[in-house]
């Protein structure tokens, strides 16, 4: 092999190395064995979310890096007025042993008074006073009396002497209703919430995770009376469906506006009120004003409590829970309105790949350049094929010695002869 052909080989090896690490690193680079993340609240209004953010944590092996607030206030929640008060937490962690990568995270809302707790402990808060979310206000100002309907379904010659003190009646009714609707307000719907959180885990093969709601439910306020819509349990199994509707709140307005009317309807039918059923007169004015209020019978509030899914076998998303006001309710002043509270997420997790380390392979030792001889001497014919330089030296050494001594010998005749 020449000198040349040798740095050739050379040069390529060490650039087949080189690009081999390249090739390596960035997949060492990207490896992440472990990632979780807590989110307390958001909140949409309109389909304008707003809420605490996210914490998030991720684990490369060798160090954890995060991003958001793990500590977030209330105070600084922007772009909603749905929670002005109560204490948020949201939290996550990794950790590696054995190469195994771990995560834990956890996320809720309490009332004034709870704490919170570090992750990984269970329950990252602590029971306070009972927090009340406005869900909206339900606007009643639409309600009509339809003049058509006022004399629905009576006797013919009752309608027929109605006839001349409709225009007097139907106005009497309207100043009814109105002064009843004064008197109820704009009913509140209202979210309970003691205190709503959810947790997770994580490893390389497993995730697990739950959610608790203390003093959770929906109630209205109508004139100052409380109605209650529904209780939620306290430890839901994954992915439990509530659904909730208002009758009871237009039950409740149906009696508080029927005492008004009937007092507007006192004495407005002049000389035929004994004559008239005004007992029926009402009923066919509130069966008027209860078609008007049927989206209260439709399910304006629902949602689903403990809300889990695994994008993974080691990951998990729990939502403790994920309330949505529906379309209908627009029909009675409430916006769309969404409330997630309580998002912890953990996983996927991996293992950390073992770090093997490769000997650098060392430069060959350069071999003697291969001699071609330019003349073959006597008993060396295979000299082209053997590297004999040590004989060759040697054999023209002998040579060199016999030549000279032969020289000599023919000089000392020639002196011997000339002296003669």
Known sequence: ????????????????????????????????????????????????????????????????????????????????????????????????????????????????GSSTVAVG?????????????????????????????????????????????????????????????????????????????????AGPTTADGTSSLADVGAHVQVAGRRVDLVSFPA???????????????????????????????DGSLGPLSAAVDEAAVLDNVLANLGSELAPLDQNLLSGTLNAQSRPAASAIDVTALDLRVLPAATQLGLEPLSVQVGRSTCGPSGVRPAVVRQRTPSAPKPRAPHVVPTRVTAGLADGDRHDHTGDLLAAFGALFLVATGAGLADYRRRLARSGR
Do not use: W
């Open 235 to 265: 430890h839901p199994a994954p992915n439990t469906k509530v659904v909730t509707d208002l009758g009871a709140v237009a039950t409740v307005v149906e009696d508080a506006l029927r005492s008004q009317l009937a007092t507007a309807l």
């Open 1 to 112: 092999m020449t000198t040349g052909t040798l740095a050739a080989r050379l040069a390529a090896t060490t650039l087949a190395l080189s690009l081999t690490g390249l090739a390596a690193s960035p997949a060492t680079a990207a490896t992440t064995v472990a990632r979780a993340s807590g989110t307390a609240l958001t909140v949409g209004v309109g389909g304008h979310p707003a809420g605490s953010g996210t914490y998030s944590v991720a684990n490369d092996g060798t160090r954890q890096s995060s991003t958001g607030n793990h500590r977030p206030v209330v105070s600084v929640l922007t772009g909603q007025s749905v929670v002005s008060a109560g204490v948020l937490a949201q939290d996550a962690t990794t950790s590696v042993h054995d190469r195994a990568g771990s995560s834990a995270a956890c996320a809720g809302l309490a009332g004034q």
């Open 121 to 201: 402990d269970g329950d990252c808060l602590t029971a306070g006073q009972t927090l009340s979310l406005a869900a909206g206000t339900l606007d009643l100002s639409h309600l009509r009396i339809v003049d058509s309907t006022v004399l629905q379904g009576l006797d013919q010659q009752l309608q027929t002497g109605l006839q001349p003190v409709l225009d007097q009646v139907v106005p009497a009714l309207q100043g009814g209703l109105q002064s009843g609707l004064q008197q109820l307000g704009d009913p509140g719907l209202f979210l309970d919430l003691g205190a709503v959180q959810s947790r997770c885990t």
